[in-house]
């Protein structure tokens, strides 16, 4: 789908190298250029240092979000109330791993490695998105992520489908398309429960009231507390800042409430036809910070599960390697 090389060094090919280098100021200003002109910047392109880190740092979160991600639902394959739901979450959850090795893959074009990238999750330095950091305590639940976190992750992700690098922007394209179908499977499950029985209508009711406020903090602290927005925004990382995504979040779900008949749990929720929008309440941005900083409900359990499928699948890796240098030697043999 795209180009996975970076930089490296041309090897002593002279040709290559009898071209004098451009001075740095020439090429940051062909970096600004391409950035105001709302290009691409490519994987072989110079690009500023802090750029690039930048980018490892977004990119590789969202990729550990994705792997994380996959835990809390996971958990409910084996309890799916029909063979039909087992189908459906069976399908998502394998997504949510494939879109983290799309991000991991795009990562790695800025010159960073997988086992660097892996090596900053499991000992716990890397931050993944505070919304995997909550359990899954109901069926309901399984349904809510689909619609209200998937939902929110849809929001902020297409954006992120005409950000300035081009592999996390051509990546993001064909996540978009995956996770709204995990946003529409989870509304699916949830207008079926709520045909249901006063059970099921009340599960639903306290998944979203579970999860609601949660949501609406994953997507980053306001905008005046947010230190990376006003450079990842002149970058053209960030397209819509965190408030401004928050916003549409909440205008696009209020209709959707009403039709599923759930109250979304904000006794402050209401239209502001002034503004255009909705008025909601306070988020607790301290509760945020906790979950961030490691210490939510759920932090612990879901890094060991990851150390432990890493530790387990040590033998596949070996196996893997072992096999393909066995195929390059062969393939060596042939050649002489
Ligand atoms: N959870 C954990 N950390 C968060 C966070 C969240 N919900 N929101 C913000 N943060 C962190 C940031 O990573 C940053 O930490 P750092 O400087 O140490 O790296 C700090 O809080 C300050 O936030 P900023 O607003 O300044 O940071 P950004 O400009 O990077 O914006 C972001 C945060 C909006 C999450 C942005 O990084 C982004 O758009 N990331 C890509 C999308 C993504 O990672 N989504 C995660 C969910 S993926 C998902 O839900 C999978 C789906 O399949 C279910």
């Known amino acids: 789908m795209y180009t996975q090389s970076f930089n490296v060094p041309d090897g002593g090919t002279p040709t290559l190298q009898a071209v004098p280098a451009p001075v740095d100021a020439d090429l940051q200003a062909r970096f600004d250029a391409v ?154 499950a949830l207008l079926t429960m709520m045909q249901g029985t006063p059970e099921q209508k009340a599960m639903v009711q306290d998944a979203v009231n579970r999860w609601w406020w949660k949501c609406l903090a994953m997507f980053g602290p306001p905008d005046t507390d947010s230190p990376n927005s006003v450079q990842g925004m002149r970058w053209g990382i960030k397209r819509i800042s965190n408030d401004d995504l928050r916003q549409k979040f909440v205008d696009a779900t209020v209709p959707q409430a009403e039709v599923l008949g759930v109250t979304l749990p904000d006794p402050d929720l209401k239209w502001n036809a002034e503004r255009g929008h909705h008025d909601f309440g306070a988020i607790d941005w301290d509760e945020f910070w906790q979950v961030v900083n490691g210490n939510g409900p759920c932090n612990q359990e879901r890094l060991a599960t990851r150390v432990k499928a890493w530790e387990d699948g040590a033998w596949v890796r070996e196996a893997a390697l072992a096999h393909a240098r066995k195929q390059e030697q062969r393939a060596r043999q042939e050649a002489a």
């Open 35 to 188: 950035i105001d002109a709302d290009g691409k910047i490519e994987p072989r392109d110079w690009m500023p240092d802090a750029y690039r880190k930048t980018l490892v740092r977004q990119i590789s979160q969202h990729a550990h979000s994705e792997i994380v991600g996959m835990l809390p639902e996971g958990n409910w394959i084996s309890r799916a109330p029909s063979l039909k739901r087992k189908t459906i979450l069976v399908a998502k959850v394998q997504d949510e791993g494939g879109h983290g090795l799309y991000l991991y893959s795009a990562a790695e074009t800025l010159g960073t490695s997988r086992d660097q990238m892996f090596d900053a999750l499991h000992s716990g330095r890397a931050k993944y998105s505070s919304i995997f950091n909550y359990p899954t305590l109901t069926w309901a639940d399984v349904g809510v992520i689909g619609w209200l976190v998937d939902g929110a992750a849809i929001m902020n992700q297409i954006p992120l489908c005409r950000c300035s690098y081009g592999p996390y922007a051509r990546a993001m394209i064909r996540v978009c398309k995956e996770e709204s179908f995990h946003q529409r499977q989870g509304y699916e």
